[in-house]
């Protein structure tokens, strides 16, 4: 069982398996997938303040969402210590591996490049820039997005919302974007 579950699933075993989440989440709670919301719960938990934004009923509105987080982390914990794969090395295409040995991506163990994604990596310009220029960006699209790809991509194209069509189109177009014309820059 747990060689079974330390293997990468195919698509159309994880692809339903995700899809069905979001009726299930609707049906037994009447809740809406996503995960960006976390940190405005998270400080509405913790810290104390004056501040009318994080003044709610967090317990209420974004336990629930908390508790999902949390068992992400968890997850994500359990798959890299007891399901890890023995092969430190991740399974990608050679044309892929070419391609990013020619932008000077050549450490292809683990899941991350660590070229950037290090902490000896975060010393350099391209790591900073990938790392914490790079997650600010994320958090304040997410933000202003109104939730993050998980949330609109998933569970709002499932709900048939438009500006989860216009926010998965945004997302598309900006990883082109980067893929292509601002990557091979940094690097």
Known sequence: ?????????PWYVAGPLIGLIVPLL???GGKSFGVSANLRHLCAAVLPTRVDFLRYDWKRQG?????????IVLGGFIAATLLASPDPY?????????DLAA???????????????????LTTLPGLIMVVLG????????????????GHAI??????????????????????IVTYLIL???L
Request: charged content about 10%; hydrophobic content about 55%.
């Open 135 to 150: 997650g600010f960006l994320i958090g304040f699209g997410a933000r202003y997005a109104g939730g993050c790809t998980s």
């Open 103 to 121: 932008l000077g991506i050549t450490d292809f163990r683990g899941l991350v490049p660590s070229e950037f994604i290090s902490w000896k990596g």
């Open 26 to 28: 609707l049906l037994i």
């Open 63 to 71: 336990l629930w969402n908390l508790t999902f987080a949390l068992g």
């Open 155 to 176: 569970m709002g194209l499932a709900d048939l919302q438009f500006p989860s069509l216009v926010a998965v189109i945004g997302f598309f177009i900006g990883g082109l």
């Open 90 to 98: 991740v399974h990608i295409s050679e044309a892929t591996r070419a």
């Open 1 to 9: 069982m747990l060689e079974w579950l330390s293997q990468p699933w």
């Open 184 to 186: 091979p820059l940094i």
